[in-house]
Structure formats: structure tokens, C-alpha cells
């Protein structure tokens, strides 16, 4: 056993430190890589300040406006953005700023729910069809398929539609159903790509377990493109949420959402434009700063995408 773990340590062409220090220190340094190029992106310092203000507001609404968002008397219903109602107000008197502060955390709470889930689920199931392959990888990847052929909107259109109550779990359960099979097959991909490296050959050739290998060798050098892309789904099911609400299948009152407050806006469009307008920009800046953070996630956490 010794023998063996001196040669590959050898063979790798690093000096012969104790194999867990070695990989300890392997694996901080991934990390404080990664947040080195982070740190030099302008695209993550952007999304990251943009994604403080938005989860801040989403979590503490109150900081952002003393008004109550369900304080709706009819006497100032549709009137146009003052100094008093920075947004306006709605077609029930609301100030429609109050109401765009406080429908963030229903949006971000489907979009966060959602990623996280299929996140777990993802990375679950593509890392056990990968490893193990044969029938295992045959069965999984048939039912990754299967919920692959329907398109998530379509789905989520045709089944929260039949339901006489949405709430943030209604619709987050829908979503997630329909898709996490995109995470299964990124992390089925990404586990292949490094499975027959020679660092993985040499943990089997030690004796280590199925479960040693994937948590400690497969995992953090797998994980990047996933990682990466949670945060870019996280955007698209924010959008997806605001969408099904806007088609009337999503959220319903008495929630707050920004998807709701479009839904609303839609009768209104040529009389009233800015309720429509601030809501889709708030969503529109959500979407970017979850792209930006991905995209900037991925090409820190992936070795193959720096340069050399």
C-alpha cells in the first residue's frame, strides 16, 4: 500500500506529503483560485453587488420603503410616479413601489427553492449513473429522458393549471419535477470527463470505497460546470415564475409577486405603461445578475475553461 501511494505520488510529480494533507491542501487551493479569478472579474463584482441589494430586499423589505404594500385605498388608485409614489400607484390605489419591493420575495423564493432542489437531485443522480454505469446508468438516464421530452413551461402550464390553489411549494414542486433532468445529464457529463483520470485509478488501486471516491476525489473536480449553471437556472426559474404568473397559472393573490404584478399590468399597458415597466425591469436585473454570477462561477470552478 505504501509502495503503491509513493509511486503514484512519484509518478504525479509532486513531493510526498501525507496523502489526506495533500489533498486537503489540493483542494484550498482550487477554492482560493477560484476566488482569486472571481475577485479580477468585473462581470461577478457587478452581479455580486446586484444580487446583495436584491436578497437584502427580498429578506428586509422594510428597509427599502416605510409605505404598506397592501395599503390600497381607492381615492389615489392610478396615479402616475411622484415624489410621493416613486412608481405610482395601481389600479387599487397601492403604491406600486411598496408592492414591487415587497413581490421580490415570493420571486426569488420559487427561484432559489427550485435551484436548490434540482441542484440536489441533479447531482445525486448524475453522479451514480456515471460511476456506476451498466444498468444503473441505462435506467436513470431513460427516466432523465422521459421527463426531458416535456417542455417545463408546457408541463408546469398543464398542471398548475388544474389546481385550485398555487402557492410558492405549488409552484416550486411543479418546477422542479419538470426540470431537474438538465442537472442530472451536466453532472452525468461533468463525472465522465474526469472519472478515468489517473488520480481516481489510483484510489481504487488504494482500496478506497465508492463513497470515498466520489465524495472526495469526483466530487470537487466535478462540481464547477454544475455550480456554475445553478446559479444561471436560478435567473431562468425567476423568469419561468414571473411567466406561468403572467399566463395566469403561477401565484395568486393575496401573494405578492412581480410575476403577479405583470399579470395585473397586462389591461393596462397603453393607459398605465409603468406597470408593467417596473416589475419587468426588476426581473429583467434578477435574470442578469444570476447569469452573470453563473457564468462567472463556472469559469472559476471549471479547470478547463482558464487559460494556460
Not at 449513473?129 to 417542455?151: E, K, N, S, Y
Not at 411549494?169 to 442530472?184: E, G, K, R, Y
Request: proline share 6%.
Amino acid at each position: 500500500m505504501t509502495e503503491l501511494n509513493k509511486a503514484h505520488t512519484v509518478a504525479a510529480g509532486e513531493p510526498p506529503p501525507a496523502p489526506k494533507k495533500a489533498k486537503a491542501q489540493e483542494e484550498a487551493s482550487l477554492w482560493m483560485d477560484a476566488w482569486r479569478s472571481l475577485r479580477r472579474n468585473p462581470w461577478f463584482v457587478v452581479s455580486a453587488v446586484l444580487l446583495v441589494v436584491l436578497v437584502t430586499m427580498a429578506l428586509f423589505p422594510q428597509l427599502f420603503t416605510d409605505n404598506d404594500p397592501r395599503a390600497c385605498p381607492l381615492s389615489r388608485s392610478r396615479q402616475e410616479p411622484s415624489a410621493e409614489h416613486w412608481f405610482g400607484t395601481d389600479i387599487q390605489g397601492c403604491d406600486y413601489y411598496a408592492r414591487v419591493i415587497y413581490g421580490a420575495a415570493n420571486s426569488m423564493a420559487v427561484g432559489v427553492i427550485v435551484s436548490l432542489s434540482v441542484f440536489v437531485i441533479g447531482v445525486a443522480l448524475g453522479l451514480v449513473a456515471a460511476f456506476f454505469g451498466g444498468w444503473v446508468d441505462a435506467v436513470l438516464m431513460r427516466l432523465t429522458d422521459l421527463v426531458f421530452a416535456i417542455p417545463y413551461l408546457l408541463g408546469a402550464l398543464v398542471f398548475l393549471a388544474v389546481q385550485s390553489e398555487r402557492s410558492v411549494w405549488d409552484v416550486s414542486l411543479i418546477l422542479i419535477v419538470f426540470t431537474w433532468p438538465t442537472f442530472a445529464r451536466l453532472m452525468r457529463g461533468s463525472v465522465l470527463a474526469v472519472i478515468n483520470n489517473d488520480y481516481i485509478t489510483a484510489a481504487r488501486a488504494l482500496g478506497a470505497g465508492p463513497l470515498t471516491i466520489m465524495r472526495r476525489h469526483i466530487l470537487p473536480n466535478s462540481l464547477g460546470p454544475v455550480v456554475g449553471y445553478a446559479a444561471v437556472f436560478t435567473g431562468i426559474v425567476i423568469g419561468a415564475e414571473a411567466t406561468l404568473t403572467f399566463l395566469g397559472v403561477g401565484l395568486q393573490l393575496p401573494a405578492i409577486s412581480w410575476g403577479l404584478q405583470l399579470d395585473e399590468a397586462k389591461s393596462y399597458l397603453q393607459q398605465l405603461p409603468h406597470l408593467l415597466t417596473f416589475p419587468l425591469i426588476f426581473v429583467a436585473l434578477t435574470v442578469f445578475a444570476f447569469t452573470s454570477m453563473g457564468e462567472a462561477l463556472r469559469d472559476a470552478l471549471d479547470p478547463k475553461s482558464k487559460k494556460r
